[in-house]
């Protein structure tokens, strides 16, 4: 059996920058509230004829010329989203398409909300260490604003759009050291969209197609959980707190981050926090801060890179690369 390893990474962000003040002018709310509570100053907002599979495909694009690659390269591509373009054929399919990748190779979507990027990280993993793929892009992609309630303030100040990417291949050495994915439908209804589409359309109204979620009670189970999964992965890897380089947490509160890098014994200095200018981008926050540390030097070869996310399902996971 091979292993595999993360040889490029990519990003790309929607132009247009939502501020903290502009909300000021949208819902009753203070940039002294949102970055006292969320640490977000600021998230970008895709333009109205952009989608999540233009943002997913600059992000490949970007992550593939790293790697030194081009898409007829990629036999396996998994997209991990919950704002899809369409309702078929998945956007990964549409991605395929566009970027050119061989006819025939593998392309599905994953949906695991906020944890979707890991939960791509992870099967991708596995396609190439069963050997099913050699190559595969794993993408996380989100237009999330399209399912955001303007009206609520309780949501709205959270969450931005963007995507990031990585380009995984089979090594002898391993890259990707474990992953771990939990899933309990239990909480649902703590975040959630009430609305899907084979509840049919005469269900849709202006707020059930959106995002709901009670913050406080979500805020909670992710500290106690993401606590929960650094023992595991650490466990799992015979390592101690202390032993790993960077954490790269999904990028949902800093309040949230902050917590799980002291339960890891990990300062500050060694976390990415890109939540203050992305705001939470849902499945596409670990891909989009992996690829800015990579790009600015902080996260070099060899080193312990450990991610983690949480979020609705409730779903959580990590994984543990040696980068
Ligand atoms: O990524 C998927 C997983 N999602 C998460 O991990 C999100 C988890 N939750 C959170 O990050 C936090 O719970 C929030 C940032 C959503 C909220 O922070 P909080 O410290 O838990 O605040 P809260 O919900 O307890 O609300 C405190 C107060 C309330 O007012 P009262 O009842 O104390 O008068 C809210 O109505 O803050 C009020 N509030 C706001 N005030 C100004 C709620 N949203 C806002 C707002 N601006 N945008």
């Given amino acids: 059996m091979s292993y595999s390893r993360i040889i490029g990474t990519g990003s790309y962000l929607p132009e247009r920058v939502m501020t903290n003040q502009e909300l000021e002018r949208i819902v009753d709310t203070s940039d002294d509230w949102i970055q006292a509570r969320t640490g977000i100053r600021e998230r970008h907002i895709v333009a109205d004829d952009e989608n999540c599979g233009d943002l997913a495909r600059k992000a490949a694009l970007q992550a593939l010329d790293a790697a030194g690659l081009t898409p007829e390269d990629i036999d396996l591509l998994v ?8 309702v078929f054929p998945s956007t ?13 190779s593998i392309a599905f979507d994953v949906s695991a909300a906020c944890s979707g990027f890991i939960y791509a990280l992870d099967v991708a993993n596995r396609f190439i260490r069963t050997d099913g793929a050699r190559r595969a892009l794993v993408i996380g992609a989100e237009a999330f604003s399209r399912i955001l309630n303007w009206e609520d303030r309780g949501t709205c100040v959270l969450f931005g759009d963007g995507a990031g990417a990585v380009v995984l291949e089979a090594s002898d050495s391993p890259g990707v050291l474990s992953t771990h994915l939990h899933a309990d439908g239990r909480q649902e209804e703590l975040l959630y969209v009430p ?21 406080n009670e979500v805020f909670k189970v992710a500290v106690r959980t993401l606590g929960r999964i650094v023992d595991e992965t650490l466990g799992a890897n015979g390592l101690e707190r202390g032993d790993v380089d960077w954490l790269v947490p999904h990028q949902a509160n800093i309040r949230i981050i902050a917590a799980t890098a002291k339960a890891l014994s990990l300062p500050m200095e060694n976390v990415v926090v890109t939540v203050g200018e992305h705001g939470n981008t849902s499945a596409a926050s670990i891909p989009l ?16 890179v450990l991610m983690e996310a949480f979020g609705a399902g409730f779903t959580w996971g990590s994984a543990l690369v040696r980068f």
């Fill in 92 to 104: 990964a399919c549409l991605i395929q398409r566009e970027l050119g990748m061989p006819a025939g």
């Fill in 289 to 304: 801060a992996l690829d800015v540390a990579v790009r600015d030097g902080r996260i070099q070869r060899d080193q312990i």
């Fill in 79 to 86: 997209l991990a989203t919950c704002t899809p373009d369409r």
């Fill in 195 to 215: 609305w899907g589409v084979g509840q049919g359309y005469d269900h849709l109204d202006s707020v059930s197609g959106k995002v709901s979620m009670r913050g």
